[in-house]
T-cell receptor
Framework: EPEVTQTPSHQVTQMGQEVILRCVPISNHLYFYWYRQILGQKVEFLVSFYNNEISEKSEIFDDQFSVERPDGSNFTLKIRSTKLEDSAMYFC????????????FGPGTRLTVL | AQSVTQLGSHVSVSEGALVLLRCNYSSSVPPYLFWYVQYPNQGLQLLLKYTTGATLVKGINGFEAEFKKSETSFHLTKPSAHMSDAAEYFCAVTTYNNNDMRFGAGTRLTVKP
């Protein structure tokens, strides 16, 4: 069964460093998402992406964040200068097509900022 | 924008007892509603969803939920709790354009032997 994959599973970085979180959505899916979950808190929407552009973003997704689909398979989230409060689990999701209801989530990348 | 409220951050039941996890939503357009389960240090697994049609939806592991528009609710139930049901449960809402999904704060379910 096709699934969303994410790498790495755990990333440790120093405050102020740039990190790139990688996701491989399900093949042929057209819509892509990033969410984050700070430890012990709820899952929060960050950004949605379709047709090589951002469809919607939350107030969390400020200028420190960017997303990219550099090739036909990867979908990345970049944090330019990490802060301690960026420590969280980051989930990628993909959705097949317009009108499809389900977003399929990856296993997450745990980001720890020291 | 849509939102979800989950009543009760912690629910504890005995094994074999009824499980009821509450979720109320707010949406200006017809909602798509979801329940996800998260086991410790794992990702989100879809339990069930409501989009259109039958308001009582059945999911995996014996869970079901009923969409009640008049009450703006989508409560999750299971007739008989099992130890393996202990996890965090999230209710979520989106709409047809599905540009974002909003999650509730989660309910941690504990099952006592």
């Amino acid at each position: 069964e096709p699934e969303v994959t994410q790498t790495p599973s755990h990333q440790v970085t120093q405050m102020g460093q740039e990190v790139i979180l990688r996701c491989v959505p399900i093949s042929n899916h057209l819509y892509f998402y990033w969410y984050r979950q700070i430890l012990g808190q709820k899952v929060e929407f960050l950004v949605s992406f379709y047709n090589n552009e951002i469809s919607e973003k939350s107030e969390i997704f400020d200028d420190q964040f960017s997303v990219e689909r550099p090739d036909g398979s990867n979908f990345t989230l970049k944090i330019r200068s990490t802060k301690l409060e960026d420590s969280a689990m980051y989930f990628c999701a993909s959705r097949a097509r317009e009108g499809a209801s389900e977003q399929f989530f990856g296993p997450g990348t745990r980001l720890t900022v020291l | 924008a849509q939102s979800v409220t989950q009543l009760g951050s912690h629910v504890s039941v005995s094994e074999g007892a009824l499980v009821l996890l509450r979720c109320n939503y707010s949406s200006s357009v017809p909602p798509y509603l979801f329940w996800y389960v998260q086991y410790p240090n794992q990702g989100l697994q879809l339990l069930l969803k409501y989009t259109t049609g039958a308001t009582l939806v059945k999911g995996i592991n014996g869970f079901e939920a009923e969409f009640k528009k008049s009450e703006t609710s989508f409560h999750l139930t299971k007739p008989s709790a099992h130890m393996s049901d202990a996890a965090e449960y999230f209710c979520a809402v989106t709409t047809y354009n599905n540009n974002d999904m909003r999650f509730g704060a989660g309910t941690r379910l504990t099952v006592k032997p």
